[in-house]
């Protein structure tokens, strides 16, 4: 399921168009709907794009379909209704496959989406057919189809969708000549043969392993949007001589907000609280008491730059803060009016810990039994960094056992959180759906830099953040 972006033939497009459309009927065992659904959307956006092709109306690497269909219109060509039921395809575009978003699709919208792509095709395919009559009347073409088009320099290819539009890439990748791919792939073996031929690779959640980059043939750089690069195998691509970089830098406000917002819904109960009006119970106190804050011990495990965003933010609230970061020098720490100790200090003396530290094996289930039982009864444990660093089982018997007050997650062992987690089960703990990192604008810059670190190693550079250093001394 690939997308190019490079003036064709349209009759090019309506053959792409077929082809979605032949998978988007493929009903088979073992097939999501949903990777049908975005068959289908993909079939008729192709098929508009042949149009605009065919009347050499330029557009951008990513449009939704509602916005192609206003420049058909710009263009002098009436919009049947049945056609402009395809703006509703949009949606099957990126959140079918979007974890944090996921939507079950039914067989009877799938049934819908198929009916409504077929509409447009041929409503496409019989207005090129009649390209000479006024229905849709050509300019003078300036085009040499027949010749070819200028070949991009290089091809960047995304691995798996999630976001509404990529002319953020777009406008990083353009200026160094590179096509943009999209893909959605869900297996190694299906982002093997996306990035088979790929210059510059930019990856979501797919897993990029050691077998899809080792079938790479001139593979320069590998993008993640995020942080972490827990599924792309560093190892493998520094065999390689592939620069591995990630945004570190494009969420500090949001997770360090989201993690103190998460500490007052557990400390004020807003949360239980909201559910007990709903039920008409009007309850304060009597099962569950609330404490001041004012003057309460911050304990901060780990103290990156989002731990350090969180410190900044809780000094005006006069809490006392602890950091326990074996890599961080006690003077860091005090400039931003926290006092480094060690872990066992940190989780005695805490009233509330917030997790912030990188995924490792060496950190895996940090916060275990062990230390949720040193913790107060009182305590309340915050972890928007890596789910795996919390020992969900033990945490699970420490709220109901009551070793510790309450909890709030947005990160887990196991994403999307499985329906039997017993974590769902309890009320004293505060769930989010690993959301920390987001805010309109904290996308925005997360699609610009993941793509600027692409362009700048096409352009000859070294990516800004640069996971695996020893590239650099490999052959690239």
């Given at each position: 399921m690939t997308q190019r972006y490079s003036p064709e033939d349209p009759r090019e497009w309506l053959n792409r168009a077929h082809s979605n459309i032949l998978r988007a009927r493929a009903?088979?065992?073992?097939?999501?709907?949903?990777?049908?659904?975005?068959?289908?959307?993909?079939?008729?956006?192709?098929?508009?794009?042949?149009?605009?092709?065919?009347?050499?109306v330029d557009f951008p690497y990513v449009h939704d379909i509602a916005e192609l269909l206003t420049l058909l219109e710009k263009a002098g060509q009436i919009i049947p209704q049945p056609v402009r039921e395809a703006e509703r395809l949009t949606r099957f575009a990126v959140f079918t496959r979007y974890p944090y978003f996921q939507e079950a699709v039914s067989p009877q919208e799938h049934q819908e989406?198929?009916?409504?792509?077929?509409?447009?095709?041929?409503?496409?395919?019989?207005?090129i057919q009649k390209g000479n009559s006024s229905t849709i009347t050509r300019k003078p073409s300036t085009i040499d189809y027949s010749q070819g088009t200028p070949m991009p320099k290089f091809k960047v290819v995304i691995t798996d969708l999630g976001y509404p539009t990529y002319k953020y890439e777009e406008e990083q990748l353009k200026p160094v000549g590179a096509e943009l791919v999209l893909t959605n792939c869900r297996t190694e073996d299906e982002v093997a043969a996306a990035i088979r031929d790929a210059d510059g690779v930019i990856v979501r959640l797919a897993p990029c392993t050691a077998k899809a980059i080792n079938a790479t043939t001139r593979c320069k750089v590998i993008a993640r949007y995020g942080v972490g690069v827990d599924n792309v195998d560093?190892?493998?691509?520094?065999?390689?001589?592939?620069?591995?970089?990630?945004?570190?830098?494009?969420?500090?406000?949001?997770?360090?907000?989201?993690?103190?917002?998460?500490?007052?819904?557990?400390?004020?109960?807003?949360?239980?609280?909201?559910?007990?009006?709903?039920?008409?119970?009007?309850?304060?106190?009597?099962r569950d008491p609330i404490y001041r804050m004012a003057g309460k011990t911050l304990g901060l495990l780990g103290f990156g730059?989002?731990?350090?965003?969180?410190?900044?933010?809780?000094?005006?609230?006069?809490?006392?803060?602890?950091?326990?970061?074996?890599?961080?020098?006690?003077?860091?720490?005090?400039?931003?009016?926290?006092?480094?100790?060690?872990m066992d200090t940190l989780l005695r003396e805490s009233d509330y810990i917030s997790v912030h530290a990188p995924n490792t094996p060496q950190t895996r289930h940090l916060v275990n039994?062990?230390?949720?039982?040193?913790?107060?009864?009182?305590?309340?444990?915050?972890?928007?960094?890596?789910?795996?660093?919390?020992?969900?089982?033990?945490?699970?018997?420490?709220?109901?056992?009551?070793?510790?007050?309450?909890?709030?997650?947005?990160?887990?062992?196991?994403?999307?959180?499985?329906a039997d987690?017993?974590?769902?089960?309890?009320?004293?703990?505060?769930?989010?759906?690993h959301a920390a990192w987001y805010s309109e604008e904290a996308g925005v810059e997360l699609q610009t830099k993941a793509a600027a670190e692409v362009a700048r190693v096409l352009a000859g550079g070294w990516p800004k953040s640069l996971v695996n250093p020893q590239v650099r001394t490999a052959a690239r």
């Open positions: 009903v088979q065992p073992g097939v999501y709907l949903e990777d049908l659904c975005f068959d289908a959307q993909q079939a008729a956006e192709k098929a508009i794009k042949a149009l605009l092709i065919a009347r050499e989406a198929v009916a409504v792509a077929d509409e447009v095709v041929r409503w496409a395919e019989g207005l560093l190892a493998a691509a520094t065999a390689k001589g592939i620069c591995v970089a990630n945004v570190p830098d494009y969420c500090w406000d949001e997770v360090s907000e989201h993690a103190l917002a998460l500490i007052f819904s557990c400390a004020r109960k807003t949360v239980r609280h909201d559910r007990l009006v709903r039920k008409g119970e009007w309850d304060i106190g009597s730059n989002i731990a350090r965003s969180l410190a900044r933010k809780a000094q005006g609230l006069r809490f006392r803060i602890l950091a326990h970061d074996p890599f961080v020098k006690p003077e860091v720490a005090q400039e931003l009016g926290a006092t480094l100790v060690d039994e062990a230390a949720l039982r040193k913790m107060k009864r009182t305590a309340i444990l915050v972890n928007t960094s890596r789910g795996p660093l919390v020992d969900e089982a033990a945490l699970a018997r420490a709220l109901k056992e009551g070793w510790i007050n309450s909890a709030g997650l947005d990160v887990y062992e196991k994403e999307p959180l499985p987690s017993p974590l769902r089960q309890l009320d004293n703990i505060v769930l989010t759906g």
